[in-house]
């Protein structure tokens, strides 16, 4: 039996115990204790040590759960047999360098961004009041992991609200919410792997879809003056579309009735055939009554719905939602239902407060106006600080427009010059098929004021001689 003398500081803040399984555990890393070697009693140590057998005991317990030593009943503990040449390995492992990637870009003055919201307008101490009688209700439940298809209060008022604001007819036990429009999509992938998809081009999807269904099982349908060329479409062997109907994402416009009836038509024709409306920013249509959603005129269930709370709402919130048809919930129900809901249950149940007390709908009218407002000056200082030859694409609804230059400029140039005046402003190319001189302005994050300066610094960096 080996006879150990660690030196053990009993004035050190680390426990007693945590000194001697370090010295223990170094000892056999480095090779001094060799494998097999019986290690002292507990009570033998102990007196040798002038310390407790409990410290004895913790320190080998631990030793024994990491695998250093072994225990053998009415024998004592062993060194455990180990790999020297990996465990030397990884003691002299170095820790590699990975700088980290910021999320944004600290260097801008102004940025405009599409992903925000007025953050200013968020009503603070509303949601924290909300979030303080949830917290306060003392409901065990709330603590607890919920439905997996999402809160059913929850799903109710989602249920009434799309169908009052949307003209989307469903039941609340339709709707499956989860943790953003992707995490949705990847759930529609599995209810629909053997499916060859088709999406805008440009469009926010091709880049997932892509990344997610390989190039193979993803058709690029170009775009007209209203919407997806639905006679390529036809053409093409997709059975799933990806739509941004009420507001085409990036270019803006809206697809008439005409347009969606082909849709409908199409996805129709044949089984298995579905049309996925994602119905992003629905909420701020500026210049004529919001359009019922694509879904309202499905009568044969062959629409997905889906909508996010990110644009009208709080982006951090994370709570996005689809409408599934009824072959298609029932397959979910049967083979995922195991799937663990993905929002947080406080920010669900906080949310239901929100809507059931009337408080969203006067949010949203409340940023209706505001983006409005920002909508109107940002079409207008560029009306007056761009010269006439610019195009402004997609004002009547979103949170974004698109500006075309005309002014010998590609795409990257028109961003770098830009950055040279501390503005940011973002690519179209990044979506699919494009002109290469046109960029993306999102407005919801910056201010009025900022909107008018941002934009006299812009005309500076693409009209230099103007």
């Given amino acids: 039996m080996l006879e150990l003398t660690p030196k053990l500081d009993i004035q050190s803040v680390e426990p007693l115990y945590l000194q001697l399984y370090n010295y223990i555990r170094e000892e056999i890393e480095s090779g001094t204790l060799l494998p097999h070697a019986k290690l002292p009693s507990k009570r033998k140590f102990a007196q040798h040590l002038k310390i407790s057998q409990n410290t004895i005991e913790t320190a080998y317990d631990q030793l024994v759960a990491e695998g250093y030593i072994d225990a053998l009943p009415r024998k004592g503990y062993f060194v455990s047999e180990l790999d020297h040449q990996r465990l030397d390995k990884s003691i002299t492992r170095k820790i590699p360098y990975v700088e980290e990637k910021p999320y944004r870009d600290q260097g801008y003055s102004f940025d405009f961004t599409q992903t925000g919201v007025d953050a200013r307008s968020f009503p603070f101490e509303r949601y924290r009041n909300l979030l303080n009688k949830v917290i306060r209700s003392n409901n065990e439940e709330v603590l607890m992991l919920g439905h997996p298809q999402g809160e059913f209060k929850l799903r109710q008022e989602i249920t009434n609200y799309i169908y009052e604001s949307r003209g989307v007819q469903c039941s609340p036990s339709q709707i499956v919410i989860g943790a953003g429009t992707h995490y949705l999509i990847q759930l529609l992938f599995q209810l629909l792997p053997i499916s060859t998809f088709a999406v805008e081009n440009p469009g926010y999807h091709r880049t997932l879809v892509q990344s997610k269904k390989g190039q193979e099982n993803v058709e690029m349908i170009p775009l007209e003056e209203d919407g997806m060329n639905v006679s390529l479409l036809k053409e093409s062997k997709a059975n799933i579309v990806f739509v941004t109907p009420s507001h085409q994402f990036p270019c803006g416009m809206t697809m008439p009735i005409s347009k969606r009836m082909q849709l409908l038509n199409w996805a129709e024709s044949k089984d298995g055939r579905y049309i996925i409306e994602d119905d992003y920013d629905s909420e701020f249509r500026y210049s004529s009554k919001p359009i019922p959603a694509l879904q309202g005129l499905d009568h044969n269930e062959k629409v997905i719905y889906m909508s996010t709370f990110s644009k009208a709402f709080l982006p951090s ?146 009209f230099p001689k103007e």
């Fill in 317 to 462: 919130l994370r709570i996005s939602y689809m409408v599934l048809p009824e072959p298609l919930i029932k397959k979910y129900q049967k083979d995922f239902f195991f799937y663990t809901q993905t929002v947080s249950r406080l920010g669900q149940e906080t949310l239901i407060r929100f809507m059931q007390e009337g408080f969203w709908e006067k949010h949203i009218h409340k940023m209706r106006v505001i983006y409005h407002k920002k909508r109107d000056v940002l079409v207008s200082v560029s009306s007056t600080h761009f010269p006439n030859t610019i195009e402004i694409i997609g004002q009547d609804s979103g949170l974004h427009i698109l500006i075309r230059t005309n002014n010998g400029m590609t795409e990257q140039e028109l961003i770098d010059e830009a950055s040279k005046y501390r503005i940011k402003v973002y690519p179209v190319s990044g979506y699919g098929q494009s002109d290469n001189k046109t960029v993306l302005l999102g407005f919801a994050v910056l201010t009025e004021e900022e909107i008018k300066e941002a934009v006299r610094l812009l005309a500076k960096a693409w």
